[in-house]
């Protein structure tokens, strides 16, 4: 059977954290881990939530893709999807619309794309504040045109993506529950 990769994606503060988290532990997905120049938010593990890099460490991986958001690189490396294919699970990313994007593009039905989003976006600043991240930097991230971009799901990928709406997390979890009951199906 054809190994997937559940790429999650939508505005910063949406829950795609919340949700791959949710898919790692209750689908066994496993994560692919991003790399990334931003600095470690308070609670953040290097090499679980994301792997931490100065510019030259960065630049030294071979990536799949990779992208400048509000003046930080990211970037997903081969080297990380092999390693989650490698153990034989399914995996799960969590990308902006950019990556997304060109997941879909490379992957093609390898990728399942999953759109997180909330039905008013200004709710999404307030998640920022509860989840601890300092003012300024909600600003910048909120004042970036890659958080304005990925406020919409990007044309080419709309007849492909599955949108979960997160304004409640038990909803969006039993939305997440039929998502993969249809996977399950398909691969029957
Ligand atoms: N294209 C791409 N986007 C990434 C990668 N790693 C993380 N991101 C995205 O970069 C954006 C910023 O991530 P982060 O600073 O952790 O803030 P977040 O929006 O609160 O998750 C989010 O949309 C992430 O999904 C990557 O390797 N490639
Ligand atoms: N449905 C929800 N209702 C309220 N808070 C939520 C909900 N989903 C996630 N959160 C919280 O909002 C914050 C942002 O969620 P997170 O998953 O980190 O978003 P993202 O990865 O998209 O930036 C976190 O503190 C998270 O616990």
Redesign the pocket.
Known sequence: MQRKIFVIT??????????SRYLEQGYNLKKVITHTTRPPRLGEIDGQDYYFETTTSFNSKHYLEKVEYAGNQYGSSREALALVWQGGNDGVI?LDTKGAQTYAQQLGTQAVIVY?TVSNSTILAQ??A??GDCPDQIKQRLASQDFQRDLTIPALMEQKVKVIL????AV?KAQVDQLMLAQKLENI
Not at 10 to 17: E, I, L, N, S, Y
Not at 166 to 169: A, G, I, K
């Open positions: 939508g505005p910063t503060g949406a829950g795609k954290t919340t949700i969590v997180v998640r920022l509860q989840r997160n304004d409640d997390l969006a």
